[in-house]
């Protein structure tokens, strides 16, 4: 058969037309029969949950919301559910709690059903059974008991006992039913007061304030609103020597200006030397006052060899003084040494200051002191010349000063950019007793550990105010128990300089002396900062002191500060731990 032709004499339209036709048709043919087949599949069997386990559960009040007040106590085979509500809540308030307002709130496997439905205020003040109904039907069931207890805790205990004049206090730490109160060997607690925090609904067996003998243990027994007691064992036990750094601390006793007499922008420096810390009042001629270390009443006031200008008192490691003139240029700078407060001074170095390092600013030499070793051996002493790099060294060895004029050093690492240097106050810190001797520097730019070969800085504090304020002077150094101490006074928030912060430093690790405030490490740096001591008075020079001392023993370790204006704290540090 012949085809059609179009007008354009093209015979392919047609088929083309046909074949689409058709393909149309299969496609509709094979959806129809997909159709069919999956309307005969069957549908998948939903397999139910066989699981009817309490995964949790917990109790609360109307108005707390899923806030879990009251946690479940279980049985040992798990088919009873006690809960011990306290009789108040808060525990401390007068609002009682009603057992039969309570809402418990409970967590099942899906597809689980509590009966009774749960979450909603119900009746707890007797027993009931609730059953937890897995979605195959199995069944398991719960006793639910409830009642209401007592608080027969002790939120805290502490014991005030007198030491000297100052009352010190522990506060205890309670593990179980044993009040622990972790004490220093030689502490007397026979007579020490007990002071106490518990529910103000319950009762105790020894009243808070009651005089208390804890040389022996002592028995201790709480009892709550509802009758329940509780027997704690108050004892006094003695802490773990730490092999290495401080542990216990605690504040001695602080006092103002006004309480210790000083004259306005006068106290200038700190010393301690047996029973005794010393203090200089820089006037011309200086005195020495002499206080009770143990409890900062003031005694008397040293005889002097000179009638002079004087600033510094410093004490070695042995508690022998050395005291020191002022000396401007071409003038005497005298250095004298004190067994103690009562001996006859000794003069040890009498040195014209000639300013032999030719220093064009102020020169004067004697405003600052620092000593490391003991003069009746070996020892490094050191001063600064004012408004310059300058060091002045002098050491002592095997008790014999080996030159009365001072070795020269030209500190390298000034930082700043000041004309004056490090200004009238730096202190150098020798930390041994070597002839090149590693020291650091503390001026109002930096802290800094020094090379005693090189004079240049090996490391230094992180420049922030949180590391050490917004102006530092005052230093000294002590190595007790294995460990590298660095104390300084930080002044803090103002430039008037009367508002300071006594700081502890390991300095033991060298590679931490530049850690950040904001490094995890930080702590074991910076282990101690003392509260905000406050002066009376502006400290127009930013002067102050912080000197060491130790226990007879050497067991305990004593650092004070003094603030210009401002006064004297003290703290003490031992080796112990709880």
Known sequence: ???????????????????????????????????????????????????????????????????????????????????????????????????????????????????????????????????????????????????????????????????????????????????????????????????????????????????????????????????????????????????????INRRLWSKTAAELGFTTNNESALAVSGDYLITVVRTNPASYRVFNRHTGAYIKNMALPFSALAMQIVNDSEGNLIGTTFAGKNAKFMVYKWANVDATPVKIIDWTNNNPAAITGDGGVGRRLNIYGNVESNAVIMSTGGQSSIIYKWRIVNGVLVNNTPEVITYKSVTGGAASFMGFQADAQPVSTDANTDYFINYQFEIGLVNGVTHERSVGFANEVAVFGIFHFATDYIIFNNAKYLAVQKFVKTTSYNNAILGLYDVTESSKINLSAADPRYRSFNIYNSEEFLGATVNANGTGDVCFGLSPDKERLQLYMLLTNGGIIAHEFTKYAP
Not at 32 to 56: H, W
Not at 72 to 78: D, E, G, L, T, V
Not at 85 to 102: C, F, G, H, Q, T
Not at 155 to 178: C, F, H, N, P, R
């Open 1 to 247: 058969m012949q085809l059609p032709r179009l007008r354009d004499g093209s015979i392919f339209y047609n088929i083309k037309l046909l074949m689409m036709k058709r393909l149309s048709l299969v496609f509709i043919v094979t959806a129809l029969a997909g159709l069919v087949f999956n309307s005969c599949k069957k549908a998948e069997k939903v397999v139910p949950n066989t699981k009817n386990d309490l995964i949790d559960i917990y109790g609360t009040i109307e108005g707390m919301g899923s806030s879990r007040l009251f946690e479940p106590i279980y049985s040992a085979n798990k088919d009873s559910i006690y809960f011990e509500m306290p009789y108040y809540y808060p525990v401390n308030s007068d609002n009682e709690v009603d057992l039969s307002k309570i809402i418990l709130r409970s967590n099942v496997p899906s597809d689980a059903i509590v009966t009774p439905a749960l979450g909603v205020i119900q009746d707890v003040s007797k027993p009931f059974k609730i059953n937890i109904t897995s979605g195959s039907g199995e069944v398991r069931s719960f006793v639910v008991v409830s009642k209401k207890v007592g608080d027969v805790s002790i939120t805290k205990a502490k014991v005030l006992y007198q030491a000297g004049a100052s009352t010190q206090e522990i506060e205890a730490v309670i593990k179980g039913d044993e009040v622990l109160f972790y004490i220093l060997p030689g502490v007397d607690l026979s007579a020490a007061t007990l002071n106490l925090e518990i529910n103000s609904h319950s009762t105790s067996s020894i009243a808070s304030g009651a005089s208390v003998n804890l040389s022996q243990n002592l028995p201790l027994t709480i009892t709550g609103v509802d009758g329940k007691k509780k027997t704690y064992t108050l004892k006094a036990a003695e802490p773990v020597k730490l092999d290495y750094g401080v542990g």
